[in-house]
Structure formats: C-alpha cells, structure tokens
C-alpha cells in the first residue's frame, strides 16, 4: 500500500487522475471521466474519520460534486488511511441515479492509501 504523509492543520488543493493500467501503455481515463461527470462520483473518506475532510470543487451540469478536483483540509496529527473511490452512478430506467451520495452505484476504482498527518 502506498504511503501518504500530510502536514497537520494544513489544507491542499487536489487533483485525481485515473490511469487504466490494464492496457499497455497505461491510458489516462480522467477525460472520460470528466466527460461522464453527471454518472461519476470521486469519493476521498479516511478511517479514522477525523483525520481530514475532503471537499470536492469540481461540478457536474446538475450542480452535483464529481470529486476529482477539491481540498483536503488535515486536522490533528494521526495516522490511518485515505481511501479515494470512484462511484460509477449511470442513470437507471431513464432516471438520474447520481445524488451527490457516495450510496449509490458501483466502485469502478476503489484504493486505500496508509496515511500519516504530522505535527
């Protein structure tokens, strides 16, 4: 598992980028992503909760979060693990199934990374 090490009370600007590494080379599917953005849904959480909040920037044409550019705001020094997923939300029977939740859909990428915030 990669490692992560963040600054305590400290917030960053991020920006995710999806690489499908099936293929070789690896192909960047961020655009698709974007194109998509009213059935996708990034989702940055850690365990333990309190080690940060994730708040996307970015918007779909509904208004809702896609995620894949936001800040992450660190609070007091711990350690734990991010874990970033992509929620694919298509619209079912017609109808928009994307509520700016990460409850509904299915993980198209779903990583978890060791976190540690320093002093």
Do not use: C, W
């Not at 700016?100 to 779903?110: E, F, H, I, P, Y």
């Amino acid at each position: 598992m990669q490692a992560i090490s963040l600054k305590a009370n400290k917030t960053y600007q991020l920006e995710v980028s999806f690489l499908d590494e099936s293929k070789s080379p690896a192909e960047n599917i961020t655009q698709e992503v974007k194109e998509e953005a009213d059935e996708h849904l990034v989702v940055i959480t850690s365990m333990p909760a309190a080690l940060f909040i994730y708040t996307a920037t970015d918007k779909d044409s509904r208004n809702l979060p896609i995620g894949l550019v936001g800040s992450l705001k660190t609070n007091a020094a711990n350690t734990g693990t991010l874990r970033l997923q992509l929620r694919h939300q298509p619209p079912v029977g017609g109808v928009a199934m994307k509520d700016g939740t990460a409850n509904l859909g299915s993980d198209d990428v779903n990583v978890a990374f060791n976190l540690t915030v320093t002093p």
